[in-house]
């Protein structure tokens, strides 16, 4: 593996509605033997009860599923503390954060949330906007 790809809600989102954007990135992280991973908490945020069921699964087998661990949901509550964030707003992002910062360099995060996300990563991760 030579890195690794961080889909948060609105990354899985577009996956399941096979937007071009989001086809063209998995195709390049396959092509480039690169980890896709979700949260599992991801999950949960990404379900639209207008998607059918059949699609939401699809789209989520092609991505490696990362519980959140206790030591992720520690790793996530130190980031928000450094970034003086609470954790009722930013939760979900910062287990998609520590998930990142605890995935194998190099890693990019694609998010609907750059700002939140770059501040909760630091410099150690790419963050993309879709």
């Known amino acids: 593996m030579s890195g690794t790809l961080v889909l948060d809600c609105e990354g899985l989102s577009k996956l399941v509605r096979r937007t071009p954007e989001l086809t063209e990135w998995l195709a390049a992280a396959e092509a480039e033997d ?12 990404a379900h639209d009860p207008r998607t059918n069921q059949a ?8 991505v490696n599923i990362v519980p959140p661990t206790e030591a992720i949901a520690r ?3 130190r980031l928000l503390a450094t970034a003086g964030l609470h954790g009722h707003k930013y939760a979900l ?29 630091g410099a150690g991760v790419r963050v993309i906007k879709v």
């Open 93 to 121: 992002d910062a287990i998609v954060a520590a998930t990142a910062l605890t995935s194998p360099a190099p890693v990019t995060v694609l998010t609907s949330a750059p700002e939140d996300l770059s501040t909760l990563c």
């Open 34 to 45: 690169i980890r896709v991973v979700t949260s599992s908490v991801t999950l949960v945020e």
């Open 75 to 77: 790793h996530a509550s």
């Open 55 to 62: 699609r939401f699964d699809h789209a989520v087998s092609r």
